[in-house]
């Protein structure tokens, strides 16, 4: 099935807003982590190796949260399922008033989804998240976003620091990609994220306000997207609830019969 550009877009859209609510997390965590103002100026080098001193370790993870989505036109309250297994798959149940909307199954290779509204399922790599953040994604810079690490690995770049309203600013640009990282300056956690890209009016936001430990692992206790276009806003808030960290888990995918697969060219 081929789609008009109009069509196109929409759908790129609503599969990348799915794949952004994925990251709804969820447990019974110690206290929010204690924080701190950057104080005295740092080489880049040195914001980036203390920020990898804490390294996210973890085998599996079982997310769950509720998460509100506004675009100035519609809004949604859902609740999210998330099943991480590192650095191999990510399984993602989006549900309304407990009934299972839609998934999505992430590997390092393919992007899969399923929408029980339209009866529609999706196939393919990365391209559509790619194009609607503004850089390109693959699956560790998927599941980096989850956990609250940077999209990028920080050692591969080139970044100038600096101390910006009480954080450690790191700014650099990829192919006419701005991209900046925030950190604190107690154990030098993310704090936000941003990617612009000028010429296509784009910038999408990703700011952490707070962090909790769970057995060692230091998580986002919230996270809000903030996402601007030349076609308008749309804002992503996240509380998370409920983690289990290193169970057991399966990854159950299957599109259901008589969906129709989606086609973009």
Request: charged fraction near 25%; include cysteine; proline fraction near 3%.
């Amino acid at each position: 099935m081929n789609l008009s550009k109009n069509k196109r877009n929409n759908m790129s859209k609503k599969i990348s807003v799915l794949f952004i609510m994925l990251f709804l997390v969820s447990c019974k965590p110690k206290a929010v982590v204690a924080e701190s103002h950057a104080s005295d100026a740092m080489s880049s080098k040195s914001i980036i190796e203390n920020h990898y001193k804490i390294n996210p370790d973890f085998k599996t993870l079982y997310i769950k949260s509720a998460a509100d989505y506004d675009d100035g036109k519609q809004s949604y309250n859902m609740t999210a399922e998330i099943r991480i297994k590192k650095d191999e798959k990510i399984l993602v149940s989006i549900r309304f008033l407990g009934i299972t909307m839609a998934k999505a199954l992430i590997t390092p290779t393919t992007v899969k989804y399923y929408e029980k509204m339209g009866g529609k399922f999706f196939e393919g790599d990365y391209e559509l998240l790619s194009n609607w953040l503004g850089t390109e994604l693959d699956f560790q810079k998927v599941q980096n976003l989850f956990i609250g690490q940077p999209i990028d690995d920080l050692n591969k770049g080139n970044y100038q620091s600096q101390i910006f309203e009480n954080l450690y600013r790191l700014t650099g640009n990829d192919n006419q990609v701005e991209k900046a990282f925030y950190f604190e300056g107690e154990r030098f956690l993310l704090k936000k994220q941003e990617i612009t890209q000028p010429e296509k009016q784009r910038m999408v936001s990703i700011n952490y306000p707070s962090f909790q430990e769970y057995s060692s692992l230091f998580l986002p206790s919230s996270w809000t997207i903030l996402a601007n276009q030349s076609t308008g806003r749309t804002t992503i808030k996240a509380d998370y609830n409920t983690v289990a960290i290193n169970e057991d888990m399966n990854f159950p995918y299957s599109v259901p019969d008589g969906y129709e697969r989606i086609e973009i060219k």
